[in-house]
Every structure is written in C-alpha cells, then in structure tokens.
DNA sequence: TTTCTTGCCGAAACCGGTTTCGGGGCCGCA
DNA sequence: TGCGGCCCCGAAACCGGTTTCGGCAAGAAA
C-alpha cells in the first residue's frame, strides 16, 4: 500500500514504465495497457496479476503519455470571467474547491484560465481547445445566448453549464432553482403581512434573470396578490444598481413595503437607499435576496437570502462533465438543485403600510425642499 | 449509447502536425522542430521559411507531444489550501486572475487544484508533481517551516514561494512588505496624537507575523514611543479573534487609543468589539490594518488599511516561476512590493487619552455590575 | 592539391504510452 | 483426424513531437 516511490522522488531513480511492468512480468507492454484499461481480451488472472504488479513497482501511467494516442489528457477545463464587478467572486474559492475536489476523486486534473472580457475568454477558450490543454470545460455564468456555447458546439468539444439557457439542446447542465427561491421569498413576505412586494431583478443577458422574475409572479399569485410592473424595479447587479432601484420605488405613490432581490448586492444597494432615507431594514423594508455572500451576514440587520452552495455546484459540474466525456448524453446530464434559505434580520412583518411610508417619506422631502 | 459517437474524439479536419509542416517545405520534420525551438545549427534563412510556413499553415505542437520527450508540460501548479475561515478568499480572483494572465502570455497554462487540510494539500502536491502534471509551482501562503517546500526540494520541483520563509536558501520568492505597511501604520497613528498604540499580530505558523511585529516596533521607535509588551495582543486571524484581542486591551489599565492589525478581519473584530462598549471607531479608537479585503469598505466608519495587489502577486509569481523553471538561480528570483495604503475613516486624532478612555470604560463597568 | 573544419541538415532512434493485427493454443464438432 | 472458432497474448505500428548521430558540401588551413 505504501509504496516509497511514489512520494514523489523524481531526480533520483527514473521513473517507472509500462516497460518495466511488462518486463517485471515477462509480458508484453501492450498486454500491460490493455489489463490496466480493462479490455476483455485480457485474462481476469492476468488482469489481476499486471495490476498488483503496477501497484507494487508503484506504476503511474503518464497522462500526458497516453494523450498523445488517445488524445485525452484527463483535464477538466475552467475558463473564468473576472470584471471588477464580478458578483461570482465571494464563491470562487467555493465551486474550485469543488471541481478540483471531484477531479481529483477520478484522478483528473483542473486547467484553469482568466481573463476579464467575455471577448478574451471566447480566445482562450479556442486556445485552450485547440492545444487540447483540457477534454472539456465547465460554463460559469451561462448567458442566455452564449457564444461559448456555439463555439463548444462545432468544435465537438463536450462541455456542462453553470445555469440554464434558452436553447438546450445538445447541452449539458447544473443549476439551482433560483425560481423557487424568489417564489418563496414572496410568499414568505406576504405571510409577513407585506401587500406592496417589489422585486429587483438581475442583469438582462442572464437567463436566470426571468425565471426569477418568474418565481416572483408566482409567489405573487400563491399569496393571492395582483402583480404590479411597477413594482418591477430596473436591473441592478451591484449595490449602486442596486440603490438606484430601490429609489426608483420608493419615490411610487404606493411604494412597497419589502423588496425581493434577484442578487445579494443589489440587496445591499437596497439597505444603503433605506439608510439614507431613515428606513430601517427589518422594520419600514424587508428584504430577501439571492446568492449568499458573505458581505449578508455582516451587514446590519443580517440579510435574509437564499444561499447557493457552490461547492456542491463545482462538484457536481466535474462529475456530469466527466460522465459527458466519457460519452454520457447530454440530454441525461442535467441537474436542478434548491437554494438554502438562511434567516436573518432583513425580513419582518411591515413597520409601515405602504400608504403610511408614502407619507413619510413625502413628508420628508418636503423638509428636504424647505 | 450503441452508435454514439465517442464525443472524447474530436471531429473535423486532421490536427495540423509537425510532418505537415516539413512536408510542405520538402525538409525533415526534425529540422522543422529544431528551427521552430531555436537551435543555432539551423540556418537563418531556414528558420525563417519553416517558422512562416508554420503560421501560414496554422501549425501548434501539442504540448503533451513534446512534454513525452522534454518532460515539460509548460503548466505552472497551484494548489490552494481552502478552510471555512481562509483569510486569502476574498482575494483569489484577483491572484488566479493574475496567475493565469501572465501564464498566457508566455502560452503556458495554469493548473490548479484545491484541498482543505495543510496535510492534504502535501498529498496532492506530491501526486501532481508525481504525475508531470505541471513544470512548477506556486505555493501561496508560506509557513515559518513548511512541508511544501521540503517536499519540492527533495523531487527537484521548481517552486516560488508567495511569501517569505525562515530557511529561504534555494528558495525563490515574491513578497509584499508587510513590515513597512506596519511600521507606516504606527507612524502614521503617532502623528495623529496617538501615544498607546496597540498591535494585533496574524498567526504564529506565518513568518510575516514576525516581520510585521517588528514593524510595529520599528514605527513605535521612529515615532520615540517605548514598546509595551502590554500592547502587543494575542494573535487574530478572525474576527473573533480580534474582537477577543480587543477585549484584552480595554481591559489593561492603560488601555490603547490605536490598535495596528496585521491583518483586515482581526481590524473588523476590534469594531465589533467597540461597537459592543460604545466606542466609535475614528473616534475614542483608530485602527489601521492590512489586507483591503472588500468588507473593509463596507464597514462603517470605512477601514483604513494597507491594501496588496493580488493580481500583481500572482502576475509577477508566474513570471519567476517560469523563470525558475527556465533555469534561473533563485537567489535571484526574489521580489519585494510595497502594500498600498487605502485611505478611509478608522484613523483619526484621538477624541479621548488613554486615562480618560480607562475612565469610560470603567464607568461603563460599573454601571453593568450594578 | 589535400586535409581539416565548420555549417547545415536528413535519417533514424527515442519518449511512454495505445491500438491493430495476427497467430498460437485449446476446445468442440464433424 | 481434421477443421473452424474462440480466448489470449506478442509483435509491431503508431501517436506527434525531440534529440542524437553522421554525412555532405563549402571554406579554411596546410
């Protein structure tokens, strides 16, 4: 079991082969590859034989040996997008640790890139598949038209989404139900007492932005509330978006008195227009957001959201993708799972009726002017 | 499943390889690989026509083709060490970003794999070096003695540290100068009145903890302040834990009026910490950290810290790194960057002495005992 | 002129695997 | 006894590069 060579003592004794596992045995290499892969035109008792043999020399076969025939290199392929407003960021450490984490269970190795424009990880994504670096690649932040997508498509290069998309077909995909989230947040804020619920959605170019607005109707309807689309609020995918938004709504003649997040910081946005207006969140505007990051739980009160958990996301990506590559139909590998709702302080029963906030904040202004 | 198509074999045209290329121009395919990779025994006029022959065929070796022979695979590792309470989370886009940049540049590519125990990480490390999985690697957050660089120095790997170490003979290095942020910092808080000036230092396991208690000292000097060993707080990694450190200090009978924090979450717990007896941060206490973890801005008042350009970090450790693997001494690859400082509202002139402030703070003590 | 370099390149071995092809036993069956 | 078929496995080609070795021609030295 304990095998000293492998631990890595590379300088010294050269590594060990194919060739010395055939010679230790007195068996052609080609009968080694073909046990170690498990051809059936090997012996089980050979089979058995050339394995304990390899594990006993310590034989490793080297990826990148076998690739040059095979033309796989055991390489799962991330291409990031890194803006400065990236809302993905709090969770990376999270979904790498969760990829590299199932990767490694099956002995796979994760490439990994960067760049900041959608335009240069289109490039490396074609670099990175025409030089073979990786037999597959994980889709972060699936658009709802996805040039990656098609580029994947003709070059015949298996992929997974992160997040659904409008034509699916052929694709592989994992996603949470971000749909139900928002249902349950407004229902949620409708046992409250909330009747005004607004909902702040997300960026346009993502396809989970209207099946949150989605969830959010339902969650209108479930509570026996008419929908309102003034009470849509303008995108907002940062917390400066995120106040804009929420002053848009404030300044209605019937103004809501909670609001439903499609994104954590937009939520924020929303504490930060509350704050300067003299609303306390918890109390004249509840809030539930979306994401769980971690800037939630030290804002003050607490941010009421439904939390994704990215490592599980990472992990179950490596795996559909390794299942995609080993030949899997993409139509089989799709996967939904919930959001987690984490309760803090951000969501009560309405301080105000939306009719006595509208006053209060006329009144305000009036003060303002004067 | 019975007439799909293996999707691991990529469809379409042939890869363009080295034979095409010597083909097209009539000459051998090993002259073609010998101009291509710059040997002097092949002519200038030569090397000419086979590099433009190779752009105009579109011509790319496969870097697993040539790492068959070279032992090359030209892919720098990192494997990152991911606990629940990792402090270097909210920087890792930025590092990877940088990291994958530079790696790019030179067409490198960056493998990465994540793991949650020190000892884990050693596993894997020593699997991928094993394995030929990259050239070299990067390895984030030194230890005083860490196990990661004995295991690379005995396997010959070529390694940088981020971070200096102990032992750093053999070692090449990039660091930020965390010593002088520290040292800034307290004169910084000398000139603004400040006469009790507090130090919350990082963990033991870290050499810069020791290097930026030594700049704490160094500032404490230049300012004419005699150290107080009273004033040097147990260790804080965590908010917690610096909330915990805080505790200690008020409780001294000449309490500090600034706290120094090696790093931004220990700095976010002396505000809680204040919050819970009612002192303002900027006011009755300043703080100055580092780190520039996002929270920092959001805090209120915002924190005053010394901020580190991770991407630069990881931009100049990949370019060492390659170096390194080129076959450069790593004595001489070593650098050294200053952290920047990030100008907020935790450092002001002292609204109260460190009497007065002991005064309060027994008052306070009073009033709850009775 | 002869010999010795030197510059330049082709031929072939090589790296560590995989895969094709074919053939030697052994069995069953006529 | 002869023959076809099946089970196993060896030999060798192959993948796409790199590197060694040696040879040819031109120029320099003798």
């Not at 007195?26 to 012996?43: C, E, F, M, Q």
């Not at 592989?172 to 702040?200: F, Q, S, V």
Request: charged share 25%.
């Amino acid at each position: 079991m304990t095998n000293m060579r492998s631990v890595g003592v590379r300088a010294g004794p050269r590594r060990v082969t194919i060739s010395d596992v055939a010679n230790d045995l007195g068996v052609s290499k080609g009968t080694v590859s073909r046990a170690l892969n498990g051809y059936p035109d090997i012996s089980e008792g050979t089979k058995l034989k050339i394995s304990r043999a390899a594990e006993r020399l310590g034989y490793r076969p080297l990826s990148h040996a076998q690739a040059i025939r095979t033309g796989r290199v055991r390489s799962l392929g991330l291409v990031l997008q890194i803006d400065s407003e990236d809302s993905a960021r709090p969770f990376l450490a999270d979904f790498i640790g969760g990829v590299t984490q199932a990767a490694s269970d099956e002995n796979w190795t994760v490439t990994i890139a960067a760049e900041p424009t959608e335009e240069r990880v289109r490039k490396t994504l074609a670099r990175l598949v025409d030089e073979q670096k990786a037999d597959g690649f994980i889709l972060p932040r699936t658009l709802k038209h996805d040039g990656r997508v098609t580029t994947l498509l003709n070059a015949n290069v298996p992929f997974v989404m992160f997040g659904r998309t409008v034509e699916d077909s052929e694709c592989a995909w994992y996603d949470i139900k971000g749909e139900d989230a928002m249902r349950a947040a407004t229902t949620r804020l409708a046992a409250l007492g909330h009747t005004r619920i607004a909902h702040i959605p997300g960026g346009d170019q993502y396809y989970y932005t209207q099946l949150r607005i989605e969830g959010y109707k339902a969650g209108l309807e479930a509570a026996g509330i008419p929908f309102d689309p003034a009470l849509l609020a303008p995108e907002a995918m940062t917390r400066r978006a995120g106040a804009a938004a929420f002053d848009q709504l404030m300044s209605l003649p019937e103004p809501p008195t909670a609001v439903v997040c499609a994104v954590d910081r937009a939520a924020l946005g929303v504490y930060r227009g509350a704050n300067a207006r003299g609303l306390r969140i918890g109390r004249e505007i509840s809030v539930i957001a979306y994401d769980g990051v971690p800037e939630g739980a030290y804002a003050d009160p607490g941010l009421t959201t439904f939390a994704v958990n990215s490592q599980q996301a990472g992990e179950r990506l490596a795996r559909l993708l390794i299942e995609r590559i080993r030949g899997a139909d993409p139509e089989d590998l799709r996967e939904l799972a919930p959001a987690t709702l984490v309760e803090r302080g951000s969501d009560k029963a309405p301080a105000l009726s939306s009719k006595e906030l509208a006053q209060r904040l006329n009144d305000q202004h009036e003060i303002k002017n004067v």
